[in-house]
Every structure is written in structure tokens, then in C-alpha cells.
């Protein structure tokens, strides 16, 4: 009889008062197959439980035969006879099934780890229906519409049900055969049936017992070619040994319930003596069965429903079980079944739907010649989901062209927006479907052409430097350069500090530092922001096309006669004139026609009525323009910014502060300047640094907080928060030109297939599509669909020009003819009263010029008029024909 305790001495099988005295809670495990391993599993899994729990559990083991319920019996009633708390195991079906009957019956949780859908006990295996779901997913998306259902026993008949269910009436045609007719382990009898049927596609559930010997009987019988499309329902695939079967060129695509990736994974293998480095394991191969990980998560709900409520073994006897059932234990085994469980676990999140477990996902892994890979992923909300094309045999002809065989550790800074970032999901996600980004879907393009597989790990916000007289390094630069990862990939900067280090591939995208500030805030109004809507030039322009056209009236209306009237209409001969438009009513009828009110005066003489025609169509013009461009001037507002400029930034203009990521390639920059402004920045930043951030969302919140201060960052940083905050905005051009590239060890032997995949995602237009998306499209939506109001801006000389060209060129014609008619008049009236015409012109002249005199006298005795023999005619009279 083997039978062990391991951290619980006993001298036999005691009472519970031992247990009681030492604080302690055993756990019984039985095992009848790997019991080596199963008992390391199994204690180290007590061991984390009690470290992270903080429970005090130890372990009762004992061995049986595989298949022997006797056996089984007695080692379980000597286990109930020293007090457990629970009992783990056996493997074995039909020993299992009757000691779940003995603890059921004496209440005491039983957990065991093989598909079943039996509602006793505690299973943490998936069920047959949810198997069928993941089964359905694969075969919908292959689109098979016929296959062969190959099943071991009538256990797995379970799996065929509800896939029949699911595919309904319109399904694809099965075939269904059992392998295992003759339950002697010869199944090429029914191997050679399926290899003359006319199906080559393959669907094959059963136990891990005769899975290994199914596939190479298969090899044997010779349907595991390039012919043939197998689907392996057994979540223990990864396990097998597939040496012979990688390059037999058949399509075979497995399931996995754990990726061998996950670091509670790698502590497992070296407690079992397994080097974590061995290139096997890296790539879906390996020795740990689903049983021994569903052990271990075992362990890890009893514990914490041993935290959450005590449950103290007693001492019973199997053949008095009437009376010696616990009165407490129904209580614990639902308080299991109501957890929710998603840390320390092997197998995913745990929690139960009634009897069913739930919470977790499966891999899809493929056998290529480079061993199992990871090809898609299920579960049972979102089906299946690929991961990357599966790479073709050919890929694989010479491993050194080809990295479809590594699994590498890439390093991502979380959060990090756009760059990676958590997925936001009610369920608890794992691995590398927990993060999403630009980063993350550059990574996933360039496995999807090169073929490897990857980790993503959360390397912080410390991007890392490197001192080279001490050739240390830290953050990022130092994980790549120990070797603990092999890739970085986030808006990390290629720098020659930094290309000491490592080495980067070539840039994935171009960028420069820039200012991030608060977008120009509403102006306080002006005393004279009526005066606004026109330029200074145009008001200028306006005042002296004003005093013009009041000069050019004052003047024509002394030239043109018909401008000179009679002050006493009764009088037929009066002896005096008068003309209205004297300086001061030429200026009162401007005004009036400019300001659209008109006035008592009308112009008489055509040379007058022309300027008068052309100032009125000017002041319709401007009066208009004034009115449109006065209401979009108190209807917008005027936006107004402290700073505008990296020089404004420099001098500190009102006050206005700025800083940076403390560490990083934006901080070098300044560090390392010759440029007299920058490094006047970088002492102001060193004597402030209470301005320097820890990462750059602290930078832009600062910055949203309050409008004394900037921040400089990464251009494409900057497009992606003024994106999302409408508030923001970039000041100026960008200082230099820099670009980010993906960091990796010097040297890297792989570096030249990173740069070649690179240059067919730019060339193709990838790398500008998955920009577009994280920057433009995701998480934006409020500033993109709100229209930035247009700027109201003052009407200048090229919006008028031509209105003030018109008045020019009508005032100067009408001036024009003034004088001329002016002349003719003169003329006409020396020739009338025979007088010299010289002496005429000089005398009218000279009145003209005498802008105080506003009253023509017909009858002065010192006109050179009076000593004409007519005299006594009438100017009026003689002005008719200028009328």
C-alpha cells in the first residue's frame, strides 16, 4: 500500500485534533496515473494558495491502481477517517464516479478534472457542450459541408448531440463512426473505412489515453497526408508527442485550454524540472495536461473558499455514514459554485453557471513543421476569433527563413493610449487578448507575414536610457538588453543615446516634438470693437474718400452755375446769388449720404449730380459690407491666445510656464540643444522642475487644468489628444524630426526580416490604415463632427478696392467736367459781354478761389462785366444752356 502525507506528520491516522492543534486544513489527492507530477502540482499549488490566500492548507496523498474503485475506497475512507476538508482525483472514470457517490453522501467536496456533465461534485473541466460550441465555431468557419465525426465512446456521443443541435436542419453532412469498436486498442479497422470514404475532412474527439495511438494509427493507415483536414477535439493536443506528424503536410487544428506562455505556466515546469528556456515549450508543446492545470486551479477555489468561510474536517467512517455526515458542508460546496475567481489561475477565469464552469477560452493552435502555434482563439460569447493567417508549408522549407518557429516577448508601455491600452470589457481577459492599440495591431500584422507567435507584456511608462561610461540602462532598454524581452514597441524614439544600446528597426513613423496648449479662449471686448469689422487701411481710405467727395462738391458747385441760385425767387433780376454747397453743407450732404439719412440739399448741376451718383453707390457698398461683416464680428467669438509661438514660449509671454516627460527623447532633445532659444528652455526646465511629468497623460491634464501652461510632446501625440479633447490644440511647427522605430537587441539576427515586413506594410498602405483608425477613428467623434466656426476677419483693400476704384475714376470725370464746363461758360460770357477772355477767366478765377465767399453780386461796379454795354443782362440767363 503507497500511501504518503507530505507537510503533515502523523503517527498513523490520528484525530482531527492534530489538524486542530496546528491550524491546519488538509486536502486529500488521489492519484492513479503521473502521480510524481500530480503530487509536485498538487503541493504547489497548496504552497501558492497559502502565500497568496493566506490560507493554512496542507495535503494528503495517496496512489491507487487505474481503474480500481476498490482500492480507491479504501484510501478515501482512511483519508475520511484521519479529516479532510475535500478530495482531488482520481483519473480514472469509474473510480471517480463511485467516490463521488461517498462524497456526496457524506458531504465533502469532491473535485475532479475530466469532461463530464455529471451535476455532482465539483468539475472544472469545460463541459460537452460548450466543446460542441467551440467544435461548431471551427467548422462554420471552415466551411466544411460534410465531415467525418470520429468519437471513442458513447461519453463523447454528448458532443455530437449539440453539435447536431447547433448546425439544425441545413447542416453539413456527417458521418459518424466510433473508433474504438473493438475497446481492444486496434482502431485501423475503422481508420481504413474512413480512408476509403470519399470525406477528408475529419473531426475526432476521445480520451488523452487514445488520442497519442488514434494518431498513429492514422499515420499507419495513411489518411494523415496533404489530403486530409483533422479537427482534434482533446484539449490535452499541445501535450502529445507530434515529432512525426509535422511535416506529414496534413491540416490538423487542436484546441488549448492554457497558453504555455503564462508565467504560473513556466513556474509549474521548473517545479517539475523543466528548463523554461527549452525552445520546445515555447511554441504550444507542452508536458502539462489539462488535469494536472485544472488541479491546480482547483486548489486555488478551495482556498478561497476556505478564506471566505471556514470549513473545519472532521473525522468520518465510511461505514457509519448516516452519522457522521456534516451538517455544514452543502454550505461550502454552493458558496464555491457563487465565485468568481480570476487571479493565480492556470486555466482562466473560474466562475459556475449552476454546475457548469465558466470563464475561460481556448487557443486554436495548428500543427505546422515548426511545431503547434497559435492560430485563433474561442470563447463562448464572441465564437472564433483568428488570430493570423496559418503560414503555408512552403514557409517553412528552411527554418532560416522563416520565424514561424519563435515566440517572442514583446514589451508594451500600458496605458499608453493610442499606442496600447487595456480593452474595456465586462469579462476578465487575459494574455495578449487584454490589450488592443497601434502598437498592438503592428505587432499582429507583422506575425500575420512573418509567422511568429508573441507575448505582450506590460513594460511601464520608463522607455529607458543608457549611460555608457557605466553601460548600464534602464526601463525598456535594460528588459532587451538582459535578454528578458525581445521586442519594445510603443512612441519610443530613435535616438543615438539609445542606438548604443539596442538596436531599432527602421521608422514606422515620422514625428517632431511640438507644443500642446490650450486652444485661444474668448477675447474681453474692446472699447472701439465697432471699428472692427474694417482694417485700419480701409478706414484710413475711407476718411479721405470722404473728405475728397466733400472737396469735389464744394468745388463743383462753386464751378457749375446752375449751382448758384436766386436767394429771393420773387425777384425776376436779383442782384446777388448764393451757393449752397459751401464746406460745410458739402461735408453735411457726405455725411447724410453716408450714413444713408440724405439731407435738405440737392445737387443741381450734372458735374455735381454725377459725384453725388457715385457717392451714393460707394456708401451702398461700404454701408453694406460694414453691416455683414459687423455681425459675424459680435455673432464669433474672437478667440485670443497667450502664446503663439515656440519664441512666446521661450520668453515666458504673460506668464505662461511649460515642461516634459521627465525622462525620454523630448527631454534629451532639450538637454543636448544648440540652438540659443532651446537651451534657454532647457535651464528654465531645469531650475522648475515641478514642471517635468512622470508619463505625457499627466502633461495633458495639466495642461486642461489650467492656461499658464504647455507641454511639449510628440506631434503625433498631440494630433491624437487634440482628436479626443476639443480644448487643445498644437502651437507652431514642430521643433525637429525624429521617428519611432521597434526596439530590439543589438544585433539581432532578425532584424533584417522586421526592416523587409516593415517597408510591405508602408508600401501597402498599412501602417497609414491603422494610423487613420487609432487616431481618427476610434474614441473620437466630438471635435470631428463639430465644425470649427469660421474666423471673423476685417475687411482690407483687396476686399474693396474696386468700390473705391469706382468713386476714384466717377469723381475725377465728373471733377473733369466741371472745369471744362466751367470754361466754356466763362467764355461764352466774355464773348457775351466783349471782354477780354484772359481777363474773364482771371476774374472767375479768382472768385472761385475765395472760399469765403459764398454770394455772387451781378452788379459790382469793379467787374470788368459792368463796363460792358450789357451789363445789365442776367448771369442766370446766360447760364441756361449749362443747365
Known sequence: MNFYLINAQYGGYGSYNNFENMASVPIGLLTDQNTEQMNIIFDHAIDVANQEVGTTLTSLKAEVNYGDAYQSYGRLCQMLETGIAGVFGPSSRHSALHLMSICDAMDIPHIYSYMSDYAEGFNLHPHPADLAKALH?????????????????????????????????????????????????????????????????????GSSDTMPEFLNQAQQVGIINEDYKYIIGNLDFH???????????ANITGLRLFSPEKMAV????????????????????????????????????????????????????????????????SSFKNYMRTLRLSEHLLTGPIYFEGNVRKGYHLDVIELQPSGIVKVGSWDENRGYRPQRLAPTTSQFDGLDNSLANKTFIVLLSVPNKPYAQLVESYKQLEGNNQYEGYGVDLI????????????????????????????????????????????????????????QAIDFSIPFMNLGIAILYLKPQKATPELFTF????????????????????????????????????????????EELENQFTLGNSIWFTTGALLQQGSEIGPKALSTRTVATFWWFFTLIVVSSYTANLAAFLTIEKPQSLINSVEDLANNKDGVVYGAKRTG?????????????????????????????????????????????????????????????????????????????????????????????LLELQEQGVLEKMKNKWWNEVGTGICATKEE????????????????????????????????????????????YRVPVKEALKEEFQFIIDINNYVRVLKNSASIYSRSRQSSMSVASMAQDDS
Open 137 to 205: 465555431s471551427l467548422i462554420t468557419e471552415f466551411n466544411w459541408s460534410r465531415f467525418i465525426f470520429l468519437y471513442e465512446s458513447a461519453d463523447y456521443l454528448k458532443i455530437l448531440n449539440e453539435l447536431t443541435t447547433l448546425f439544425g436542419m441545413n447542416g453539413p453532412v456527417v458521418t459518424v463512426l466510433r473508433y474504438d469498436m473493438q475497446l481492444n486498442g486496434n482502431y485501423k479497422q475503422v481508420l481504413r473505412r474512413v480512408r476509403k470514404s470519399q470525406d477528408n475532412r475529419i473531426v475526432v474527439v
Open 531 to 574: 471699428m472692427d469689422p474694417f482694417s485700419e487701411e480701409v478706414w484710413m481710405f475711407l476718411g479721405f474718400s470722404f473728405l475728397g467727395v466733400s472737396l469735389s462738391f464744394f468745388i463743383l458747385g462753386r464751378l457749375s452755375p446752375s449751382e448758384w441760385d436766386n436767394p429771393y425767387p420773387c425777384i425776376e433780376e436779383p
Open 266 to 329: 513556466k513556474e509549474l515546469l521548473m517545479k517539475l524540472g523543466y528548463p523554461t528556456d527549452q525552445d520546445e515549450f515555447r511554441n504550444g508543446s507542452c508536458p502539462i495536461t489539462v488535469e494536472m492545470a485544472l488541479t491546480y486551479d482547483a486548489v486555488q477555489l478551495f482556498a478561497e473558499t476556505l478564506k471566505n468561510l471556514p470549513f473545519k474536517p472532521i473525522s468520518q467512517n465510511c461505514s457509519q455514514r448516516t452519522e457522521s455526515v456534516r451538517d455544514d458542508g
Open 789 to 832: 466656426a469660421p474666423d471673423a476677419t476685417p475687411l482690407d483693400m483687396n476686399n474693396l478696392e474696386g468700390v473705391f476704384f469706382v468713386l476714384t475714376v466717377g469723381s475725377c470725370l465728373a471733377l473733369l467736367y466741371g472745369i471744362v464746363s466751367w470754361a466754356f461758360f466763362v467764355i461764352k460770357k466774355a464773348h457775351h
Open 444 to 499: 499582429k500584422e507583422l506575425a500575420d507575414k512573418l509567422g511568429f507567435n508573441f507575448t505582450f507584456v506590460n513594460g511601464g511608462n520608463d522607455y529607458g536610457t543608457f549611460n555608457k561610461t557605466s553601460n548600464e540602462s534602464t526601463g525598456m532598454l535594460r528588459e532587451i538588453m538582459m535578454g528578458r524581452a525581445d521586442l519594445a514597441v510603443t512612441d519610443l524614439t530613435i535616438t543615438a543615446e539609445r542606438e
Open 665 to 757: 527623447s523630448t527631454r534629451t532633445f532639450f538637454l543636448t540643444t544648440e540652438d540659443e532659444r532651446y537651451k534657454r528652455m532647457n535651464q528654465f526646465m531645469l531650475e522648475h522642475p515641478e514642471h517635468l511629468t512622470q508619463d505625457n497623460m499627466e502633461g495633458v491634464n495639466r495642461v486642461k487644468s489650467s492656461t499658464h501652461y504647455a507641454f511639449l510632446m510628440e506631434s503625433t501625440s498631440i494630433e491624437y489628444n487634440t482628436k479626443r479633447e476639443c480644448n487643445l490644440k498644437k502651437i507652431g511647427d514642430a521643433l525637429d524630426e525624429k521617428c519611432y522605430g521597434i526596439a530590439m537587441r543589438k544585433n539581432w539576427p532578425h532584424r533584417n526580416k522586421f526592416n523587409n515586413a
Open 239 to 249: 501535450s502529445f508527442d507530434l515529432e512525426e506528424y509535422k511535416y506529414s503536410e
